[in-house]
């Protein structure tokens, strides 16, 4: 099935949900987590992500999907994912480990898909990559590198106050 008739009006919905979810999901990167605002924006995020990702399924011309697409589907699943996690808070003692995870990667996935856009659309980037063409590669791998090193920080911050919140019941305790 050919789309090319949806195409702008998804690409500009597609669009306005990325731009919805970047400053959202940097903006849940940095404040306290856990928080009723926190929820909120994090509902806000989970769904533009959501939106953006189906869209983005709807956006093709050649007839059958591309990698884009498949990696709109993960970052649904992720988004989606994380969601579930932070709301039902199972399992037991590993979602936030998972729904940070999940959401960073969502986020990561998001992010990816920002820099490729760049690289294509922007002239100067576009030449740059065209006179470079292993600048392309380069770039996603440090942006990759740099997103699992914010797990890494993450999870280990995580566990480190979860380690301090049980101390204190300890103490409290004994």
């Known amino acids: ?3 090319t008739l949806f195409s702008p009006l998804a690409g500009t919905l597609h669009t306005l949900a990325c731009l919805v979810a970047l400053p959202t999901g940097a903006w849940l990167m940095v404040a306290r ?5 926190h929820r909120f924006w994090g509902d806000v995020f989970t769904g533009a992500m959501l939106v953006g990702g189906a869209l983005s399924l709807t956006i093709y011309s050649q007839g059958h999907l591309h990698r884009p697409h498949y990696l ?6 992720l988004s989606a994912a994380g ?15 998972l729904h940070i995870v999940c959401m960073v990667g ?19 980037l576009r030449r740059l990559v065209a006179a470079q063409p292993a600048l392309a590669p ?12 914010l797990i890494l920080i993450y999870l280990a911050a995580t566990g480190v ?12 305790a004994t």
Do not use: C, D
């Not at 987590?33 to 605002?37: D, E, H, I, V």
């Not at 709109?72 to 699943?77: E, F, L, Q």
């Not at 380069?138 to 090193?149: I, R, S």
């Open 1 to 3: 099935m050919n789309w």
């Open 33 to 37: 987590k856990g928080t009723a605002r």
């Open 72 to 77: 709109a589907m993960t970052s649904m699943v």
């Open 83 to 97: 969601f579930a996690l932070a709301r039902w808070k199972t399992p037991p003692g590993a979602w936030r480990y």
């Open 106 to 124: 969502a986020y990561y996935v998001l992010v990816g898909g920002l820099l490729q856009e760049m690289l294509l659309r922007v002239g100067a």
């Open 138 to 149: 380069q770039a996603h791998g440090g942006l990759m590198m740099g997103f699992l090193g």
């Open 161 to 172: 106050g979860q380690a301090r919140i049980a101390l204190r019941a300890r103490r409290r």
